[in-house]
Every structure is written in structure tokens, then in C-alpha cells.
């Protein structure tokens, strides 16, 4: 890609509409009031974008419900032709979606590009889904009477999604959405509502109509949800965030029994056996680790190798993320972006001291910039040990811890000793091994000789403390549908 301008980055941020989208309109907050979204790898503000108040997001619930009956009875096929469409969009306005991403999030943008073709990957495969919903037919055991089943949209929903990939969390709430009938309200993380704001555009002139997709920024996440969530019109919220957050919305959500999807923390192991290829367990390590800045819920969090090989693991991984170039994610050959914000980078700090305090080494260099932005250095630490903070807890920033394991139970047992479980990434050539370990992991997804998981036509999700629910494949449109059953006498 050719170097991007000043010019070029300020007109894609300036093209993006600035306001809430509520029942096909676009419009200010009531009273007016705008929030700055910043750029983290300069920390000074790109624009203003509305601050939805209590009333705004309620006016979107309210939209959301008027519009319910008749997108419910609209015909499959127009629903996925809408998708489809979307897709098209998405792919065709590909190299301006990415630098917005990249200006409001902070990732380099061939990783934004990357995002974009996933973030679409959903609409495509609802597309191809919003026909494929289904019932049964059958006699019942006694011959007494037929069963019917049907599939139907449970009705309005409530989508929160994350800052840390902006696009496709939201893609794969709103494609299974869509396709199944439901009409909803987005709420996008607020340090990066431009991309979302992008895609409810994108929706709009593919065709959706007004009401069945609206969406508001807000500074104040709680305030603006927690009526909707306490709305006995509500019918289904999906979060895309940390446990913590996730937790309490779970606790919400009980009063009106909602449906609830839950896409939570992680803490991925990487497990690197004696028999595994070392040059793609390092390739991997370098996807699974550095995909995003470490910004991932599924991010390999910290990686188990067998004492036999641990040495050489570490130097090789440590000179590939010692040598990976930080800057603007805009800039010709940058690796590594910032992390979203001084918060963030305050945490993976404070990790990383904690577990040198423990006696963990740093394989790399560790100096920090003191230029603007929230840059912080591909850092790789060995002999970390048990009790250091960083194999309990998420990182969420480009920091590799690394302990050796002894023999397979010790490497399982290390792996499952974590309350979350979204991910495990196992690196072997042993068959039996393989499918040893991947049975006995405590997770909802296995990266097997490979550092990536995420797929449009996979189920992802997580057990444990990472949540419930899952997004994409044949199972995504479920979480949208619920199951009706006529007894019907014959
Ligand atoms: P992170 O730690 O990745 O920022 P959060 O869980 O804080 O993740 O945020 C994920 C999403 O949830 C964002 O859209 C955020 O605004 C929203 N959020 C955070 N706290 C609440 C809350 N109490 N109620 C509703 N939404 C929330």
C-alpha cells in the first residue's frame, strides 16, 4: 500500500456520520452533547461523535420494537440479500474502513484490512443462513398427534461490543441478527464507535430498513443500558467484553430472564510439546501473541513448553518480537500499534513488573518510548513463575510469558489452571497426543499447529469464566432464534 497522508486520514474520519442512528434517521443527542474519540497513537482527539443520554437509548428501543413484526415477516432471502449487499459494501470501501479502524483503534493497517474481510466474512455467511432456518416435522411415539417445530426470531436485542476489534464484533452479532428476524440496538465501545458507525451506514444502503438496526454512542455504557436491559420489551442481550462487566450484565439481565450471550476474558495457554514443529510453533506464537497488539481475548496469555525445548523457543520467539517495528498503525511496515489507552498500558506494566519482582528474565529489550501514544514494547519473559499475575490473569497487551512444563499431565494440568476457558493453542506432531490433549482442555475452541482460530464459519465461543454462546457457524443464528412446537391433533 502506498503511504497514507494527513489528507487521506482526516477525509475518511470526516466521511463517517457523527450521529446516533435511530429508526433510519441520523441525529444529534438530545441537548446536543458529543464525546471526542482519540487516536492512541498520538493521544489527540480525531472528532466528536454523539453522547447518547437515557432518553436517546430508549428512543432506539422503542424503534427497535416498532420495526420487530414486519422484519420478522420479511422474507428470508430479502434478509440475506441485505447481508449480502452489506458484504459487498464492506469489501468494496475495504482500504477506507481499515484506516478509520486503524486511526480509532490504533492496529497497523494490514491487520485492520484483515478485520474488515472477517467483519465481513459474517455478513457473508448470515447471508447464506438467513434461508437455512428450519423446523421438524414428525409423528408422535404413540401415533397420537403430529409435533411441529418451528425456529422464530426471539425478538429485540441489545448488542455491546468491544473496542478492540470494532468491526467484525459487531458483524457477528448483527449478520445472525438480521438473518434471523430480530430487530436490535448497538451500543459500540466508546474509543471506537467510528467503524460501527461506518457499518450502520453500510447496512442503511444495502437496504435495512429503518428501525430494525439502530445504534448510539454513549461515554456512560451503564446508564444508557441498563434501562434497556431492565425493559420487559428487551428480549436478548449478547456482550462481547471483559467478565467483570459481564458478570454484572448477567445479574441484570436475570430480572427480565433475558436470553444472554456472553463472549468474556480469556487467559490462553500455548502449549509446545518435545515432538512439536519448532518453526511453527514460533510462527504461531507470533499470530496467536501479536495478532492485535495482544489486544484479543483470545491472545495466547501465556506459553507452556517443554523444559526440552523451552531455551530454544524462547530465544527464537524473543528475537522475532524483538525485532517487530512499533509506530502509527497508518505507517509504511509497522508491526505493532499502541494500546488503546494509558489504562491498558498502566496494566501490562504493572504485569510485567510483577512477575519480574518473581524472578521472571525479560529475553527482550523492555524500553519504553516516551514519545506520544500508548506504545508499549513485544516483550517476551522466561522462567516466569506459578504465582506471577500474568498466567492468571489477561494481559491484553504484546507480552509473552513462558514456563517450562515437565511431561503432558504437568502441561494439561498447567493449561486448565485458570478460571476462563475460550481457547488453547496445542503444538505437536504426535497424533494420539493431540487428540489426547485436545479432549482433556477446558476450553470452547483448539488452535492445533495453528495460532489462529476465528473463522465466520466456526462456532466461537468459550466455557467457564470466558462465557456462553456462540458466534458464527451453523450454531451463531441459534443464539437469535427461539423454538416453538405445535401439538397438532391428526
Ligand atoms: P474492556 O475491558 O475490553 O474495555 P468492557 O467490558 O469494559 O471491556 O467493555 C466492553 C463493552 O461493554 C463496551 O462497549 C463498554 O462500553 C460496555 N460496558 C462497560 N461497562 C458496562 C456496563 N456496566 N453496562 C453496560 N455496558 C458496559
Given amino acids: 500500500m502506498s503511504t497514507i497522508t494527513p489528507t487521506q486520514e482526516q477525509d475518511v474520519v470526516q466521511r463517517v456520520p457523527k450521529g446516533l442512528f435511530i429508526g433510519g434517521e441520523w441525529r444529534d443527542a438530545t441537548g446536543g452533547a458529543t464525546l471526542a474519540v482519540e487516536d492512541p497513537s498520538t493521544g489527540e482527539a480525531l472528532c466528536e461523535v454523539a453522547d447518547a443520554t437515557v432518553e436517546d437509548a430508549s428512543a432506539a428501543l422503542d424503534a427497535a420494537c416498532a420495526a420487530q413484526a414486519e422484519w420478522a415477516a420479511t422474507a428470508p432471502r430479502e434478509r440475506g440479500e441485505i447481508l449480502r449487499r452489506a458484504w459487498e459494501r464492506l469489501v468494496e470501501r475495504q482500504d477506507e474502513l481499515a484506516l478509520l479502524m486503524t486511526l480509532e483503534m490504533g492496529k497497523p493497517v494490514a491487520e485492520s484490512r484483515a478485520e474488515i474481510a472477517y467483519a465481513g466474512e459474517f455478513l457473508r455467511w448470515f447471508a447464506e443462513e438467513a434461508v437455512r432456518i428450519e423446523g421438524r416435522w414428525a409423528t408422535a411415539p404413540n401415533g397420537g398427534m403430529r409435533m411441529l417445530t418451528m425456529r422464530q426470531p426471539v425478538g429485540p436485542c441489545l448488542l455491546?461490543?468491544?473496542?478492540?476489534?470494532?468491526?467484525?464484533?459487531?458483524?457477528?452479532?448483527?449478520?445472525?441478527?438480521?438473518?434471523?428476524?430480530?430487530?436490535?440496538?448497538?451500543?459500540?465501545?466508546?474509543?471506537?464507535?467510528l467503524s460501527m458507525l461506518a457499518l450502520a451506514q453500510i447496512l442503511e444502503e444495502a437496504g435495512l430498513p429503518g428501525g430494525v438496526l439502530n445504534v448510539f454512542t454513549s461515554r456512560s455504557a451503564s446508564k444508557t443500558t441498563g434501562p434497556l436491559i431492565d425493559d420487559p420489551r428487551l428480549r436478548k442481550l449478547s456482550f462481547t467484553g471483559s467478565t467483570e462487566v459481564g458478570r454484572q450484565l448477567m445479574g441484570q439481565a436475570s430480572k427480565n430472564l433475558l436470553r444472554v450471550s456472553m463472549e468474556l476474558g480469556g487467559n490462553a495457554p500455548f502449549l509446545v510439546f518435545e515432538d512439536a514443529d519448532l518453526d511453527a510453533a514460533v510462527e504461531g506464537a507470533m499470530v496467536a501473541k501479536m495478532r492485535n497488539i495482544g489486544e484479543a481475548c483470545t491472545a495466547a496469555n501465556r506459553f507452556h513448553v517443554h523444559a526440552s525445548v523451552a531455551d530454544e523457543f524462547a530465544r527464537r520467539l524473543a528475537e522475532r518480537m524483538g525485532a517487530l517495528k512499533s509506530g502509527r498503525g497508518s505507517e509504511d511496515g509497522v508491526e505493532v500499534g499502541p494500546l488503546i489507552d494509558d489504562d491498558q498500558r498502566g496494566k501490562v506494566r504493572e504485569l510485567v513488573e510483577d512477575a519480574l519482582e518473581r524472578g521472571a528474565r525479560r529475553l527482550t529489550d523492555g524500553a519504553e518510548s516516551d514519545g506520544r501514544g500508548y506504545f508499549y514494547p513485544p516483550t517476551v519473559l522466561t522462567d516466569v513463575p506459578q504465582d506471577a499475575r500474568m498466567l492468571r490473569e489477561e494481559i491484553f497487551g504484546p507480552v509473552a510469558p513462558i514456563a517450562a512444563f515437565a511431561d503432558e499431565d504437568e502441561a494439561i494440568a498447567a493449561a486448565n489452571r485458570t478460571e476462563f476457558g475460550l481457547v488453547a493453542y496445542v503444538f505437536t506432531q504426535s497424533l494420539d497426543r493431540a487428540i489426547r490433549v485436545i479432549e482433556q482442555l477446558e476450553t470452547g475452541m483448539v488452535g492445533l499447529n495453528q495460532g489462529l482460530v476465528?473463522?465466520?464459519?466456526?462456532?466461537?465461543?468459550?466455557?467457564?469464566?470466558?462465557?456462553?454462546?456462540?458466534?458464527?457457524?451453523a450454531e451463531g443464528i441459534d443464539e437469535y432464534l427461539s423454538v416453538k412446537y405445535a401439538a397438532i391433533k391428526a
Fill in 454 to 473: 476465528s473463522n465466520a464459519a466456526a462456532p466461537f465461543g468459550g466455557v467457564k469464566q470466558s462465557g456462553f454462546g456462540r458466534e458464527g457457524g
Fill in 160 to 193: 455491546i461490543t468491544p473496542w478492540n476489534f470494532p468491526m467484525a464484533m459487531g458483524t457477528r452479532k448483527i449478520g445472525p441478527a438480521v438473518a434471523a428476524g430480530c430487530t436490535m440496538v448497538v451500543k459500540p465501545a466508546k474509543q471506537t464507535p
